[in-house]
Protein backbone atom coordinates (compact mmCIF):
# COMPACT_ATOMS: atom_id res chain seq x y z
CA UNK A 1 0.00 0.00 0.00
CA UNK A 2 1.11 3.46 -0.12
CA UNK A 3 3.14 5.14 2.32
CA UNK A 4 3.82 8.57 2.99
CA UNK A 5 6.68 10.21 4.98
CA UNK A 6 6.34 13.69 5.76
CA UNK A 7 9.16 16.13 7.51
CA UNK A 8 10.13 17.81 9.66
CA UNK A 9 8.21 16.36 12.44
CA UNK A 10 8.88 20.11 14.23
CA UNK A 11 9.23 23.34 12.51
CA UNK A 12 9.99 27.10 14.36
CA UNK A 13 10.51 29.37 11.90
CA UNK A 14 9.84 33.75 13.24
CA UNK A 15 6.78 35.07 12.54
CA UNK A 16 7.13 36.59 8.76
CA UNK A 17 9.80 34.18 7.24
CA UNK A 18 8.59 31.32 5.18
CA UNK A 19 7.93 27.67 6.16
CA UNK A 20 8.27 24.12 3.87
CA UNK A 21 6.97 21.19 4.98
CA UNK A 22 7.85 18.45 2.58
CA UNK A 23 6.20 14.81 2.16
CA UNK A 24 7.53 12.05 -0.15
CA UNK A 25 4.84 9.08 -1.35
CA UNK A 26 5.62 5.38 -2.26
CA UNK A 27 3.12 5.07 -5.21
CA UNK A 28 3.27 6.26 -8.13
CA UNK A 29 -0.50 5.80 -9.24
CA UNK A 30 -1.33 8.35 -6.30
CA UNK A 31 -3.18 11.41 -7.39
CA UNK A 32 -4.74 13.54 -5.07
CA UNK A 33 -2.70 15.07 -2.77
CA UNK A 34 -4.81 17.20 -0.01
CA UNK A 35 -2.69 19.32 3.40
CA UNK A 36 -4.60 19.63 6.34
CA UNK A 37 -4.31 22.09 9.15
CA UNK A 38 -5.05 20.93 12.95
CA UNK A 39 -4.87 23.44 15.48
CA UNK A 40 -4.56 22.40 18.88
CA UNK A 41 -7.68 20.57 20.30
CA UNK A 42 -9.88 20.97 17.08
CA UNK A 43 -10.27 18.88 14.08
CA UNK A 44 -8.53 18.64 11.06
CA UNK A 45 -8.92 21.03 8.20
CA UNK A 46 -8.43 20.89 4.53
CA UNK A 47 -6.11 23.60 3.76
CA UNK A 48 -4.76 22.86 0.15
CA UNK A 49 -5.03 20.06 -2.06
CA UNK A 50 -3.44 19.28 -5.42
CA UNK A 51 -4.00 17.02 -8.51
CA UNK A 52 -1.59 15.19 -10.48
CA UNK A 53 -2.28 16.85 -13.60
CA UNK A 54 -0.53 19.78 -12.04
CA UNK A 55 2.71 20.63 -10.55
CA UNK A 56 2.04 23.65 -8.24
CA UNK A 57 -1.33 25.68 -6.94
CA UNK A 58 -1.27 28.46 -5.02
CA UNK A 59 -3.67 29.94 -2.33
CA UNK A 60 -2.77 33.57 -1.22
CA UNK A 61 -0.01 32.91 1.15
CA UNK A 62 0.16 28.76 0.81
CA UNK A 63 1.34 27.21 -2.43
CA UNK A 64 1.77 23.03 -3.42
CA UNK A 65 4.16 22.11 -5.33
CA UNK A 66 4.17 18.44 -6.48
CA UNK A 67 6.81 16.47 -8.36
CA UNK A 68 5.90 13.41 -9.94
CA UNK A 69 8.89 12.16 -10.90
CA UNK A 70 10.46 12.01 -7.34
CA UNK A 71 7.19 11.33 -5.65
CA UNK A 72 7.37 14.23 -3.66
CA UNK A 73 5.43 16.81 -2.76
CA UNK A 74 5.57 20.21 -0.34
CA UNK A 75 3.61 22.67 1.14
CA UNK A 76 4.83 26.41 1.64
CA UNK A 77 3.66 28.98 3.93
CA UNK A 78 4.75 32.58 2.96
CA UNK A 79 4.97 35.30 5.56
CA UNK A 80 3.99 33.33 8.49
CA UNK A 81 2.04 34.89 11.34
CA UNK A 82 0.84 33.62 14.65
CA UNK A 83 -2.27 31.87 13.53
CA UNK A 84 -0.18 29.66 10.94
CA UNK A 85 0.44 27.81 14.73
CA UNK A 86 -0.47 24.47 13.94
CA UNK A 87 0.17 20.40 12.89
CA UNK A 88 0.26 20.12 9.46
CA UNK A 89 -0.63 16.65 7.48
CA UNK A 90 0.10 15.98 3.73
CA UNK A 91 -1.66 12.76 2.32
CA UNK A 92 -1.94 10.60 -0.86
CA UNK A 93 -4.60 9.16 -2.84
CA UNK A 94 -4.27 5.79 -5.14
CA UNK A 95 -6.91 5.09 -7.23
CA UNK A 96 -9.21 2.60 -5.98
CA UNK A 97 -8.38 -1.18 -6.18
CA UNK A 98 -11.07 -2.47 -3.93
CA UNK A 99 -10.47 -4.20 -0.94
CA UNK A 100 -8.09 -3.10 1.78
CA UNK A 101 -7.50 1.02 2.74
CA UNK A 102 -8.46 2.55 -0.20
CA UNK A 103 -5.24 5.00 -0.73
CA UNK A 104 -6.12 7.73 1.44
CA UNK A 105 -2.90 7.92 3.87
CA UNK A 106 -1.57 10.50 6.34
CA UNK A 107 1.50 11.49 6.93
CA UNK A 108 2.75 11.76 10.38
CA UNK A 109 2.36 15.87 10.56
CA UNK A 110 4.68 18.63 11.23
CA UNK A 111 3.83 20.52 14.32
CA UNK A 112 5.16 24.43 12.93
CA UNK A 113 5.38 27.02 15.28
CA UNK A 114 5.68 30.53 14.89
CA UNK A 115 7.82 32.38 16.92
CA UNK A 116 7.12 36.26 17.86
CA UNK B 1 -25.71 24.12 8.85
CA UNK B 2 -23.30 21.47 6.72
CA UNK B 3 -21.24 19.46 9.31
CA UNK B 4 -20.21 16.50 10.61
CA UNK B 5 -21.20 15.11 14.33
CA UNK B 6 -19.98 13.03 17.06
CA UNK B 7 -21.44 11.43 20.43
CA UNK B 8 -19.65 11.21 22.60
CA UNK B 9 -16.92 13.78 22.62
CA UNK B 10 -15.17 12.26 25.80
CA UNK B 11 -15.82 8.88 26.97
CA UNK B 12 -14.19 7.30 30.02
CA UNK B 13 -14.62 3.40 30.45
CA UNK B 14 -13.69 0.02 31.27
CA UNK B 15 -11.40 -2.37 29.28
CA UNK B 16 -14.49 -5.34 27.89
CA UNK B 17 -17.74 -2.98 28.10
CA UNK B 18 -19.01 -2.46 24.72
CA UNK B 19 -19.04 1.04 23.47
CA UNK B 20 -20.34 2.55 20.14
CA UNK B 21 -19.68 6.17 19.34
CA UNK B 22 -21.92 7.74 16.65
CA UNK B 23 -21.05 9.72 13.64
CA UNK B 24 -23.98 11.92 11.65
CA UNK B 25 -23.09 13.72 8.33
CA UNK B 26 -25.70 16.06 6.90
CA UNK B 27 -24.18 16.35 3.58
CA UNK B 28 -25.83 13.67 1.97
CA UNK B 29 -21.99 12.32 1.37
CA UNK B 30 -21.19 8.44 0.02
CA UNK B 31 -17.75 8.05 1.35
CA UNK B 32 -17.62 7.97 5.40
CA UNK B 33 -14.63 6.89 7.28
CA UNK B 34 -13.11 6.12 10.68
CA UNK B 35 -10.01 7.34 12.17
CA UNK B 36 -7.94 7.23 14.85
CA UNK B 37 -5.08 9.45 15.90
CA UNK B 38 -2.49 9.15 18.04
CA UNK B 39 0.97 11.33 19.47
CA UNK B 40 3.56 10.78 16.25
CA UNK B 41 1.20 8.19 14.38
CA UNK B 42 -0.67 10.92 12.40
CA UNK B 43 -4.09 9.79 11.40
CA UNK B 44 -4.47 6.14 10.49
CA UNK B 45 -7.71 5.02 8.89
CA UNK B 46 -9.80 2.41 10.79
CA UNK B 47 -12.49 1.66 8.42
CA UNK B 48 -14.56 3.27 5.95
CA UNK B 49 -17.88 2.86 3.75
CA UNK B 50 -17.78 3.94 0.21
CA UNK B 51 -22.17 3.97 0.42
CA UNK B 52 -25.00 2.15 2.27
CA UNK B 53 -24.26 -1.53 3.25
CA UNK B 54 -20.09 -1.28 1.75
CA UNK B 55 -17.42 -1.07 4.67
CA UNK B 56 -14.06 -1.87 4.06
CA UNK B 57 -11.07 -2.61 6.24
CA UNK B 58 -8.25 0.31 6.69
CA UNK B 59 -5.23 0.23 8.17
CA UNK B 60 -5.94 -0.65 11.59
CA UNK B 61 -9.19 -2.30 11.71
CA UNK B 62 -8.45 -4.92 14.63
CA UNK B 63 -10.87 -4.96 17.37
CA UNK B 64 -13.22 -2.32 15.87
CA UNK B 65 -16.93 -2.99 13.88
CA UNK B 66 -18.81 -0.39 11.35
CA UNK B 67 -22.07 -0.59 9.73
CA UNK B 68 -23.39 1.49 7.17
CA UNK B 69 -27.13 1.11 7.17
CA UNK B 70 -28.29 4.72 6.35
CA UNK B 71 -26.20 6.85 4.67
CA UNK B 72 -25.65 9.50 6.80
CA UNK B 73 -24.82 7.39 9.89
CA UNK B 74 -21.62 5.26 10.41
CA UNK B 75 -21.15 4.35 14.07
CA UNK B 76 -17.52 2.67 15.30
CA UNK B 77 -18.65 -0.01 17.78
CA UNK B 78 -16.07 -1.64 20.15
CA UNK B 79 -16.84 -4.50 21.35
CA UNK B 80 -14.45 -5.38 23.84
CA UNK B 81 -12.35 -2.30 24.58
CA UNK B 82 -8.82 -2.73 25.36
CA UNK B 83 -6.50 -0.05 26.90
CA UNK B 84 -4.80 0.16 23.33
CA UNK B 85 -7.79 1.39 21.97
CA UNK B 86 -7.35 5.03 23.71
CA UNK B 87 -7.43 7.36 21.54
CA UNK B 88 -8.50 10.51 19.66
CA UNK B 89 -10.98 9.23 17.04
CA UNK B 90 -12.56 10.87 14.24
CA UNK B 91 -14.99 10.33 11.67
CA UNK B 92 -15.30 11.88 8.33
CA UNK B 93 -17.13 12.03 5.69
CA UNK B 94 -16.58 12.93 1.91
CA UNK B 95 -18.20 13.63 -1.53
CA UNK B 96 -16.51 10.35 -3.31
CA UNK B 97 -13.26 8.81 -2.72
CA UNK B 98 -11.41 6.24 -4.53
CA UNK B 99 -9.08 7.28 -7.84
CA UNK B 100 -10.87 11.06 -7.66
CA UNK B 101 -10.35 12.34 -4.03
CA UNK B 102 -11.95 15.13 -2.35
CA UNK B 103 -11.98 16.97 0.67
CA UNK B 104 -12.67 15.25 4.01
CA UNK B 105 -14.76 16.89 6.27
CA UNK B 106 -14.18 15.80 9.98
CA UNK B 107 -16.13 15.55 12.55
CA UNK B 108 -14.85 17.24 16.68
CA UNK B 109 -13.52 13.98 17.35
CA UNK B 110 -13.99 11.79 20.53
CA UNK B 111 -11.60 11.36 22.96
CA UNK B 112 -11.71 7.64 24.46
CA UNK B 113 -10.06 6.40 27.66
CA UNK B 114 -10.34 2.19 28.43
CA UNK B 115 -8.79 1.72 31.96
Known amino acids: GENVEQHPSTLSVQEGDSAVIKCTYS??????FPWYKQELGKRPQLIIDIRSNVGEKKDQRIAVTLNKTAKHFSLHITETQPEDSAVYFC???????????????FGKGTHLIIQP | EAQVTQNPRYLITVTGKKLTVTCSQNMNHEYMSWYRQDPGLGLRQIYY???????DKGDVPEGYKVSRKEKRNFPLILESPSPNQTSLYFCASSLQQGWAGSEQFFGPGTRLTVL
Open chain 1, 91 to 105: AAIAPFMGGGADGLT
Open chain 1, 27 to 32: DSASNY
Open chain 2, 49 to 55: SMNVEVT
